[in-house]
């Protein structure tokens, strides 16, 4: 891997491919149930409390990606976050 590649586990760029990726790592990391985790859900309908926000901003700094906490409990929906995090990570 040359330095101008990003790792594989880094987030895709596109909100499309985000979600998916997104949902995994709140499922898997967060230990939130996958069923409400929906694009158009609240973060408090899907269960995303400030524990969960904090393991996502954490997984994404794992990734390379630094989102602020603060940033991520902000969005509106689950939408808006995959949203959010596919244009941090095309910048």
């Known amino acids: 891997m040359t330095t101008d590649q990003t790792p594989s586990t880094r987030p895709q760029k596109g ?3 985000v979600y998916p990726q997104l949902k995994e ?4 990391h967060a230990g939130l149930p ?12 899907a269960g995303i409390d ?4 904090t393991v996502l901003s ?3 700094e794992d990734t390379g990606l630094m989102i602020d906490e603060d940033d991520l409990s902000t969005a509106p ?3 808006a976050l995959a949203d959010l995090i596919a ?4 910048a």
């Open 15 to 17: 909100t499309a491919t």
């Open 25 to 28: 790592i709140l499922v898997t």
């Open 34 to 45: 996958a069923d409400a985790i929906v694009p158009e859900a609240t973060l408090a309908e």
């Open 50 to 53: 400030s524990m969960a926000v």
């Open 58 to 60: 954490m997984a994404l």
């Open 77 to 79: 929906s689950v939408a």
């Open 87 to 90: 244009s941090r990570a095309a």
